[in-house]
C-alpha cells in the first residue's frame, strides 16, 4: 500500500489549502484514513480521521472549525481543507490509513504513511 501526499506550500495566515493523498494498493474503501503533522521539534500530532464510509470524522481541537476531512473511495483519495490558517499549523502533513477505524489518539500503530507534505504559514 503507498501513500502519496500533495497539495502542501507556502501560504499567509488567514489563508487556505487543500491537501490530497491518493492510496494505491490494498482495499482503500476498508481503510480508515488520518492527517498527522510534525512541526520542528515537536512530536508528530493527530490532525483528523475518517473511517471508511466518511460517516465519522475526528478532529483536534487545534483544528476544529476550520479543518475539514473527506474522502472519496472511487478515486482512492482523501482531502483535508484547511481554513483561517494560522502560523502554528506550519509542519509537515502525512496521511496514514489503518486497517482500524478512527479514532487514532497517536500515530502508534497506524498501519500504512505516506511520506508527507510541508505546509507553511506565514505571518
Known amino acids: 500500500v503507498q501513500l502519496q501526499a500533495s497539495g502542501g506550500g507556502l501560504v499567509q495566515a488567514g489563508g487556505s489549502l487543500r491537501l490530497s493523498c491518493l492510496v494505491s494498493?490494498?482495499?482503500?474503501?476498508?481503510?480508515?484514513m488520518a492527517w498527522f503533522r510534525q512541526a520542528p521539534g515537536k512530536e508528530r500530532e493527530f490532525v483528523s480521521g475518517v473511517n471508511w464510509s466518511a460517516r465519522s470524522t475526528y478532529y483536534a481541537d487545534s483544528v476544529k472549525g476550520r479543518f475539514t476531512m473527506s474522502r472519496d473511495n472511487a478515486k482512492n483519495t482523501v482531502y483535508l481543507q484547511m481554513n483561517s490558517l494560522k502560523p502554528d499549523d506550519t509542519a509537515v502533513y502525512y496521511c496514514?490509513?489503518?486497517?482500524?477505524?478512527?479514532?487514532?489518539?497517536?500515530?502508534?500503530?497506524?498501519?500504512?504513511w505516506g511520506k508527507g507534505t510541508q505546509v507553511t504559514v506565514s505571518s
Open positions: 494498493g490494498g482495499t482503500f474503501s476498508t481503510y480508515g
Open positions: 496514514a490509513a489503518d486497517e482500524a477505524a478512527p479514532p487514532y489518539p497517536n500515530d502508534y500503530g497506524m498501519d500504512y
